[in-house]
């Protein structure tokens, strides 16, 4: 799911052949997850876009990918550390978001994640 359908063949390019044939692609703007399929995931990558929202959109993805998974379904997703410093610096310089990784694991477990691994 992406804005660009563009971008979302650029990556997909990258696949087998084989690959490929399974990907489903929609695009929406807003984290509109409401066209997709629920409980049907496996896995969910989110490679970039929460690094631009605040908090309120990250726990509203949060959310919403959750009705996304089947039992036992994994959600990756990358984010701009405010814990850290240089988190923190890209934030102040206004070029990523501020989301604490402290806040972000209760929030992931009050949603009812189990968190796997954080990096």
């Known amino acids: 799911m992406d804005r660009y359908q563009e971008l979302m063949d650029l990556t997909s390019d990258q696949f087998a052949d084989q690959y490929r044939?399974?990907?489903?692609?929609?695009?929406?703007?807003?984290?509109?997850?409401?066209?997709?399929?629920?409980?049907?995931?496996?896995?969910?990558?989110?490679?970039?876009?929460?690094?631009?929202?605040?908090?309120?959109?990250?726990?509203?993805?949060?959310?919403?990918?959750?009705?996304?998974?089947?039992?036992?379904?994994?959600?990756?997703?990358?984010?701009?550390?405010?814990?850290?410093?240089?988190?923190?610096?890209?934030a102040e310089k206004h070029t990523r978001s501020f989301v604490q990784k402290s806040s972000l694991i209760s929030l992931c477990e009050n949603i009812g994640f189990e968190i796997i691994e954080t990096g």
């Open 21 to 90: 044939k399974r990907l489903r692609k929609y695009l929406s703007n807003n984290f509109d997850f409401s066209k997709l399929p629920q409980e049907q995931f496996g896995f969910v990558f989110c490679g970039g876009r929460l690094n631009f929202v605040n908090v309120s959109t990250v726990a509203r993805v949060l959310q919403g990918v959750k009705k996304l998974l089947r039992d036992g379904g994994v959600f990756m997703f990358s984010y701009n550390d405010g814990d850290t410093a240089n988190g923190a610096n890209l």
